[in-house]
């Protein structure tokens, strides 16, 4: 089944504990997305690779990080998460870049204290 | 993005059809039409998406007005679980990042 995973799904933790949330696609996408949902706020892009090694900066990257190193997987980095961090995170992707038709996964939802 | 506007909620009985209307009459001649979903908390889901002909997937169909300034999201048998926000948008041919940017949306309630 064609389909973005993420992992985990849910995660508390505490402020300054590096985490990593996975996201990895099955359909050989070129573009993939970091999105963040917030109350009131909408989706946020944070991160964005158009292909493997190509990465840059959404609309928020601060105090994230990521990597492009296979083509399937995006990984999304805190280094030092904090509570304004606190979000519902998704991962999307497409066939490339320009294309708006893009798939989701099913979201990381992360609260830090 | 061209600014698209839709009702904020409607209710709909299941087993009818869903009929969901977007303005956005400020769209350009090159810019696509899109529709999303979102079921509650779960990751936005791609329905369709459309430029000047009307179009059909095994999810919905899409028409869109002659002048282009309106389209009508159409779930032909709507069920419990295509409650959700449904979301239309007129994304810019570039953008940078190719994100996705949401409106308010419409929240559908299908209703037994």
């Known amino acids: 089944e064609a389909q973005v995973t993420q992992n985990p799904r849910y995660l508390i933790t505490v402020t300054g504990k590096k985490l990593t949330v996975t996201c990895s696609q099955n359909?050989?996408?070129?573009?993939m997305s970091w999105y963040r949902q917030d109350p009131g706020l909408g989706l946020r892009q944070i991160y964005y690779?158009?292909?493997?090694?190509?990465?840059d900066k959404g609309d928020v990257p601060e105090g994230y990080k990521v990597s492009r190193k296979e083509k399937r997987n995006f990984p999304l980095i805190l280094e030092s998460p904090s509570p304004n961090q606190t979000s519902l995170y998704f991962c999307?992707?497409?066939?490339?870049?320009?294309?708006?038709?893009?798939?989701f996964g099913p979201g990381t939802r992360l609260t830090v204290t | 993005d061209a600014k698209t506007t839709q009702p904020t909620s409607m209710d709909c009985a299941e087993g009818r059809a869903a009929n969901l209307p977007c303005n956005h009459s400020?769209?350009?001649?090159?810019?696509?039409v899109y529709w999303y979903r979102q079921i509650h908390s779960q990751g936005p889901q791609y329905i369709i998406h459309?430029?000047?002909n009307n179009e059909t997937n095994e999810m919905a169909s899409l028409i869109i007005t002659e002048d282009r300034k309106s389209s009508t999201l159409i779930l032909p048998h709507a069920t419990l679980r295509d409650t959700a926000v449904y979301y239309c948008?007129?994304?810019?041919?570039?953008?940078?990042?190719?994100?996705?940017?949401f409106g308010g949306g419409t929240r559908v309630l299908v209703k037994p």
């Open positions: 359909m050989n996408h070129e573009y």
């Open positions: 948008i007129a994304p810019p041919i570039k953008a940078a990042g190719n994100k996705l940017t």
């Open positions: 999307a992707s497409s066939i490339t870049g320009g294309l708006y038709e893009q798939y």
């Open positions: 400020t769209i350009s001649g090159n810019e696509y």
């Open positions: 690779s158009m292909n493997v090694e190509v990465t």
């Open positions: 459309g430029l000047k």
